[in-house]
């Protein structure tokens, strides 16, 4: 396990950090000072300026609009722009660069490459991820939405559900029954889907923080190119997993930047609580911070992996399930340390419905207590804790699967 970066690695930090200075105001505390509209338009306007400086996709091909960078170059991108208090991307970017432009340049075609790439990066194609359905969540294999072939077209119909951003969407990938007598894992297709089109109707769900940032999204009859399939037909299932394998892997070396500091926030309201001198409270803090080191040494480990081209595999899960237990966990902490004032939320709300509130974010009971009640979806959305486990079980140890009920 390396402990320290190559040369080259830290001459890009050095870039980072010159482009931080030459474009954020002075004084500048982090992005989650601001809130409502502030909030909004300083993305919208820093994912521009990404843009224009190259440092949007940074991993991608220059062909592409990317730097060429290795992976360890860019988590020490990321690094840099977490401890600036910015955000690496816009609000869609996660699924957009992230997942689906990294699964593009593994399975798709030179054409699909070409088109969509640099739609990506410019912004003027944001995706959503379609694979959860009413009776498909832990058990992703069992998606019931169909896709048939009509000439140089699919036509879709069915529903996804849990998915996330898709108001904000104009494109989504989504995984669709395309052999509905193979085996469920091979009758997959996956599928990239045109959203603003009359076939293609939102609904938001509004979650238990007040937020929706979960849509139901339905498909009557939506149309698609036959060009717009990654992969192989009936082979979707492949590149589904490898794409979760960028979701869940990619960025294990950066989230525990994003909980120090949150867990620093927490240490300092124990403070102002007076209850930092409860020898409860001080074990579990201990307890948090030992748990946040531990993540940034699997980070570690994940940054030697990409040195040595392994690219992300169901070991992800294992960091999956670590950081979306932890958590949960410290924010029960958090309540605990809040008291009753918990209980009544006041000032700034959480701008984030996943993991972390924004950096720089204050120490107000309305942040905490979202940030609390989002942290509960955490061992849920991309693969339940147990559904982890499963994972972790058989494909790294090699146990026997999970027995299937009785019919």
């Known amino acids: 396990m390396e402990f320290d970066y190559p040369e080259a690695a830290e001459r890009v930090r050095e870039k980072v950090q010159a482009f931080l200075s030459e474009h954020l105001p002075v004084g500048w505390s982090g992005i989650g000072a601001l809130e409502g509209p502030a909030f909004d338009d300083f993305v919208a306007r820093w994912r521009a300026k990404l843009y224009e400086g190259g440092w949007l996709a940074v991993a991608w091909p220059q062909e592409y609009g990317g730097r060429g960078l290795s992976e360890v170059e860019q988590v020490v991108v990321a690094e840099e722009m977490v401890k600036a208090g910015v955000p690496d991307g816009g609000f869609a970017d996660s699924f957009g660069i992230s997942m689906l432009g990294n699964t593009l340049l593994h399975f798709g075609t030179d054409e699909q490459k070409k088109h969509f790439l640099p739609r990506i990066l410019s912004g003027e194609y944001t995706f959503c991820q379609g694979y959860s359905e009413p009776n498909a969540g832990s058990d992703l294999a069992n998606v019931g939405t169909r896709a048939l072939q009509d000439g140089d077209e699919w036509i879709i119909n069915g529903q996804k559900i849990w998915t996330s951003a898709g108001h904000l969407a104009n494109w989504i990938f989504l995984l669709c029954r395309t052999d509905q007598d193979a085996p469920k894992h091979r009758g997959i297709t996956f599928i990239l889907c045109p959203m603003d089109q009359e076939g293609v109707e939102v609904r938001p769900i509004r979650m238990m923080s007040g937020a929706s940032e979960f849509n139901e999204v339905f498909f009557t009859d939506a149309r698609t190119s036959r060009n717009d399939v990654v992969g192989s037909v009936n082979d979707g299932w492949r ?135 989002n942290s509960r979806a955490g061992t849920i959305y991309a693969g339940t804790s147990e559904i982890q486990r499963n994972i972790v079980g058989e494909m790294i140890l090699g146990l026997p699967k999970e027995p299937k009920p009785p019919t």
């Open 239 to 373: 590149v589904a997993m490898s794409l979760l394998g960028f979701e869940r892997g990619e960025r294990a070396a950066v989230m525990p930047i994003q909980f120090r500091a949150e867990l620093d926030r927490l240490i300092a309201m124990a403070k102002e609580n007076g209850k930092a001198d409860d020898p409860l409270i001080r074990d579990r803090i201990a307890l948090a911070y030992s748990k946040v080191e531990a993540m940034r040494y699997m980070g570690y480990g994940a940054l030697t992996r990409f040195v040595n081209g392994v690219t992300p595999g169901p070991d992800a899960a294992i960091t999956k399930i670590y950081w979306s237990e932890y958590h949960r966990e410290v924010t029960e902490l958090a309540m605990d340390i809040l008291g009753v004032r918990g209980l009544v939320p006041t000032g700034r709300k959480s701008t984030s419905a996943f993991a972390t509130d924004a950096p720089g974010a204050p120490n107000s009971t309305a942040s905490w207590q979202a940030t609390f009640l």
